[in-house]
């Protein structure tokens, strides 16, 4: 049995209501933010589907050098602080480095590690030692069991509020593939509640030459088939116009197909839970 992630807002885990975490893959500016952010809360107060809003101050880990990385972190949490104000909803984001944790922290209601970094037992520690709830994304490079070293080196510092999100393995070049036992594998060696992070898993990193490329038609088959396999939680890059987006949008989602697909998805958790 998985254990409960809590906030004073959310919780994630065993037998509970599917979570979302979603948002821009960057703050690209505060008013496509703020615009996002209030689309998604109304969505989500309509549907009762709890709501984290995710979006990166700053993306350290892009393909090319003239790649969009955001504000950065002291612009970005900023912009981050206000919307959390004027919208009242719970925010998630990534630290890259132990000297952004603390002022991140501030700001924060959940610390997420970005999957390149989730071995980087500093990081870990500094992040676990704010007694924030920490979301580690799984290493494209890790199997499912090796989180568990990863959910031990934050459970090292007392704080056991650990949520694991699974979003694909490395397979070949500039390829992802999902393995969906690793749902149930981290459920059960790591004692986490796992997300599904389905827009990441459709990403072909690199695949674009000096960016990333992705399949983002594929994201919504995926995300059902993680609920259906026991996932707390989905996890989608959204934006008004993807197209456009300043980084990740060829695997991130229009904001006008959310409705259906949380619906579908909020309804194939119910099921699970009273199979």
Not at 240 to 253: F, I, Q, V, W
Request: charged share 20%.
């Amino acid at each position: 049995m998985n254990n409960i992630v809590k906030t004073d807002k959310i919780s994630i885990g065993n037998k509970l209501p599917l979570v979302l975490i979603s948002g821009p893959c960057v703050i690209e500016n505060y008013e496509i933010t703020f615009e996002i952010a209030a689309y998604l809360k109304d969505l989500t107060q309509k549907l009762d589907i709890p709501f984290i809003f995710k979006a990166s101050y700053d993306k350290a880990n892009r393909t090319s050098i003239q790649s969009f990385r955001g504000p950065g972190i002291n612009d970005g949490l900023k912009i981050l602080e206000r919307i959390k104000s004027e919208l009242d909803i719970s925010i998630i984001s990534d630290v890259h480095q132990t000297g952004e944790v603390e002022a991140a922290s501030d700001v924060l209601d959940f610390i997420q590690i970005p999957a390149f970094l989730c071995r980087q037992t500093d990081l870990l520690l500094a992040a676990a030692k704010t007694g924030k709830p920490i979301n580690v994304k799984k290493g494209q490079f890790l199997s499912p069991w090796d989180m568990t070293n990863v959910v031990n080196k934050i459970k090292s510092c007392g704080n056991n509020n650990i949520s694991i999100t699974e979003r694909g393995a490395m397979f070949g070049y500039n390829n992802l593939v999902v393995d969906f036992r690793s749902i149930k594998i981290m459920h059960d060696n790591a004692g986490c509640p796992v997300i599904f992070d389905a827009t990441h898993s459709v990403q072909l990193p690199g695949g674009a030459g000096t960016s990333s490329g992705g399949r983002r038609e594929f994201a919504p088959i995926l995300a059902s088939a993680a609920v259906a396999a026991g996932a707390d939680g989905v996890f989608f890059e959204v934006h008004p116009d993807p197209d456009k987006a300043l980084c990740d949008g060829p695997n991130s989602l229009p904001l006008d197909t959310m409705a259906p697909l949380l619906t579908k998805l909020k309804a194939l958790r119910d099921f699970t839970l009273n199979d």
